[in-house]
DNA sequence: CTGCATCCGCATGGATACTG
DNA sequence: CAGTATCCATGCGGATGCAG
């Protein structure tokens, strides 16, 4: 399991990454699912103040196009649409963890220069 | 070292971090950097084919403010100006690393339903 | 309830030309 | 060499209205 990536596909493949990450509020939805948590459309309309309609169901299926999230369909009436995460999206909780580790270094090392934003190399 | 948080401050804590790594650059300059090196302006364009002046010097700019990136100014004809990675800015490896991990795990997991995006729940 | 269509404003990114 | 300034195209996200 040792990765062996140029600096390119590295780049590449994290970017690819992250492609699937980005958006206003796939993150958000991501941890309101993470756990095994299965909700409705309107759940998590609710739980998620602020977004609109045409945005949820957008990233929803963008998600779901990746094969992060998975989309559960009960033909009644009135409709009714479930969404969770599939194995990979649960899988995704280490490396957003890494990430969160990362963030919280911020205060801690980074050589003590956060008010020496530039160094000035003038002899 | 335990991690605590709640579903939303998580969610906002890699929200922030992910916010940091957005930009259609960041992460090939970032990848340039990796490893210890002391790139110039120029180089960096060069070893980026298809980077603007403008956007290379901009996300530049970005990561020096939030300190992933540092700036060194050497006052001299013709002006020569470095950059390389803050301590913090290296620590992005080990994240950067897990989301590669997770996205090579595409294909292996996710319980194999790459082909069944919907499942349907019809009686 | 769930989801699609449309229109609109704004931020982002790209191309080019110019400056210290 | 290392930027800055300007203009422009595109896309994202928001609001509203409609449909199955």
Redesign the interface.
């Known amino acids: 399991m040792s ?1 062996q ?1 140029t ?2 596909t ?2 590449e ?6 492609k699937l ?2 958006g206003r509020w796939k ?2 939805i ?3 699912l ?1 756990g095994g948590h299965v909700l409705r459309f309107s759940d998590l309309e609710r739980a998620i103040p602020g977004i609109s309609q045409k945005m949820l169901i957008q990233q929803l299926r963008q998600m ?2 990746d ?1 992060i999230v ?6 009644q009436v009135p409709p009714k649409v479930e969404y969770c995460l ?4 649960q ?2 909780c ?13 205060e801690g ?3 003590g ?2 008010n020496v ?6 002899i």
């Open positions: 990765h990536y600096r390119e590295a780049a493949g994290v970017e690819n990454a992250l990450l980005e993150l958000v991501l941890f309101h993470f779901e196009k094969g998975r989309r559960i369909v009960h033909h599939t194995d990979w999206g899988a995704l280490p490396a957003l963890d890494a990430l969160l580790t990362w963030a919280a270094q911020r090392l980074d050589g220069n956060q934003p530039s160094q000035d190399a003038t």
